[in-house]
């Protein structure tokens, strides 16, 4: 219910709510820097080269968690996620793509349809195994044609992989991340105590300096 109520507060087209996202996905960007910091192939770089390789703009943080909540409140993903739980989904099966990605507007709203699709056809496909319907669902309707850009970049459950299919890329599955600060939600303190301060201060006073400068440059790069 917590998280429905969060999905529906990322619609809002309201400005204090839209404020109020842009701070919880800097708070969460924070977070997912520390949590990066636990993999070995991420536990020796800097903040600002984490962030050089990462969606760090706050406002494009936003827009991206828009387009993926409007998946996971449609009937389609409803019914997906009853019958196949997150736990046991393999690479085969449909995933959300990770906002923290670094790629162009455009490629994320591709990897987003194509998500979506793949969603429409294991709807399609449960519903011939149960001898019923044609497959269309006027729920979140998209275009097979929009869009052939796979989401292979959104990785399996980080638990199930081993080191050997770690490369220097490697982004934690988006699930595995928000299931941590579900987990544990003093993770911040935990790590810094391990890794200490996330923040260098030779390179910013802050993260949000950190944040504004990549974000700055970032910005101009959107297709």
């Known amino acids: 219910e917590e998280e429905q109520q969060e999905l529906q507060k990322s619609l809002s087209k309201d400005w204090c709510d839209k404020m109020d996202n842009e701070e919880a996905e800097e708070k969460k960007l924070h977070s997912f ?4 910091k ?8 800097t903040t600002e080269e984490l962030l050089g390789s990462i969606e760090c703009c706050p406002k494009e943080l936003v827009r991206r968690q828009k387009e993926i ?11 997906y996620a009853s019958t196949i739980p997150r736990k046991s989904r393999t690479r085969q099966h449909p995933r ?15 990897a987003i ?18 001898g019923g319907g044609d497959g269309n669902n006027d729920d979140d309707s998209v275009s097979i044609a929009s869009s052939q850009r796979s989401d292979g970049y959104s990785t399996p459950s980080s638990s199930s992989m081993s080191m050997e299919e770690i490369d220097e890329n490697f982004l934690p599955d988006l699930y ?10 003093h993770q911040d303190k935990d790590i810094e105590l391990k890794f200490g301060s996330v923040i260098d201060l030779e390179v910013a006073d802050s993260m949000d300096t950190i944040v504004n400068n990549v974000d700055s440059r970032s910005a101009m790069a959107f297709d």
């Open 176 to 185: 595995d991340f928000e299931e941590s600060l579900t987990v544990n939600p």
């Open 113 to 130: 349809k194509a998500w979506r699709r793949k969603l429409h056809e294991f709807g399609a496909e449960k519903i011939k195994e149960n």
């Open 33 to 36: 820097v520390l949590y990066l």
């Open 96 to 110: 959300t793509p990770c906002k923290y990605a670094k790629m162009s507007r455009r490629g994320f709203d591709g």
């Open 69 to 79: 909540s409007k998946g996971k409140l449609s009937k389609v993903y409803e019914a």
């Open 38 to 45: 636990q993999f070995p192939v991420h536990e020796n770089k």
